[in-house]
Nanobody, 114 residues
Framework: QVQLVESGGGLVQPGGSLRLSCAAS????????MGWYRQAPGKERELVAN???????RYASSVKGRFTISRDNAKNTVYLQMNSLKPEDTAVYYC????????WGQGTQVTVSS
C-alpha cells in the first residue's frame, strides 16, 4: 500500500520562503513521476511542478523562477523549495505520485499573508 506523507507547510509573509517535503512508502516503482499540485478556495486543483525518475522537471508558468522541485530517489522523497512567495500562492498543496495510477498525500496548507 502506497502512502505519501507531506510536511513543511505553514504561514509565511510575502517574499518569504518555505520548503515542502513528501516521503513515499510502500511498493514504489523505479519509473515514476512525483510532484506537487495545489488547490486554492473556489479553484480547481492545478499542477505546480513535477519531476520524473530521470530528473526531468515541469513547472507551472506562475511559479517558474521562484519554485524548485527536486527528489531523492533513494529516499522516495520529493521536495519543493518555494521562494519569493506571493499571496496568490496560498493554497493547500498536495503531493502526487504517478505510477500505475495517481496517489495523493493528505495536503498541507500554505498561507502567504502579512
Amino acid at each position: 500500500q502506497v502512502q505519501l506523507v507531506e510536511s513543511g507547510g505553514g504561514l509565511v509573509q510575502p517574499g518569504g520562503s518555505l520548503r515542502l517535503s513528501c516521503a513515499a512508502s510502500g511498493t514504489i516503482f523505479a519509473i515514476n513521476v512525483m510532484g506537487w499540485y495545489r488547490q486554492a478556495p473556489g479553484k480547481e486543483r492545478e499542477l505546480v511542478a513535477n519531476i520524473d525518475n530521470n530528473g526531468f522537471t515541469r513547472y507551472a508558468s506562475s511559479v517558474k523562477g521562484r519554485f524548485t522541485i527536486s527528489r531523492d530517489n533513494a529516499k522516495n522523497t520529493v521536495y519543493l523549495q518555494m521562494n519569493s512567495l506571493k499571496p496568490e500562492d496560498t493554497a493547500v498543496y498536495y503531493c502526487n505520485l504517478q505510477m500505475e495510477r495517481d496517489y495523493w498525500g493528505q495536503g498541507t496548507q500554505v498561507t502567504v499573508s502579512s
